[in-house]
């Protein structure tokens, strides 16, 4: 099952997606820059194989909700978040903000 909800964060609007699979859920909250997302997100990947595409980026591990990836500190960004001010351990709904 695909949900897709808006959620707003001081009043500004994002794309939240929750994709139900068999053993696990896919989270993530988008912007027009930028995404976080759960566990699943390969920030490597993003990093070094497809640096070329300057994905604005930031990874929660052990969130099973929309809510607790908001809530959720970042476990990993990529360097184009990072050039933003996104930093590890920043809160995902305050990375989205910095996204905007």
Request: charged fraction near 25%; include cysteine.
């Amino acid at each position: 099952m695909v949900i897709v909800d808006q959620v707003f964060i001081r009043g500004n609007p994002f794309i939240a997606t929750t994709v139900r699979l068999p053993k696990t859920t896919l989270l993530t909250v988008a912007g027009l820059k930028g995404y976080i997302m759960c566990g699943a997100l390969d920030i490597r990947l993003l990093n070094e194989r497809l640096s070329h595409r300057k994905i604005i980026a930031g990874r929660a591990v052990g969130v099973t909700t929309i809510d607790e990836l908001l809530d959720a500190p970042l476990e990993s960004v990529t360097k184009e978040a990072e050039n933003l001010g996104i930093i590890p351990g920043i809160k995902g709904r305050e990375a989205l903000l910095k996204m905007l």
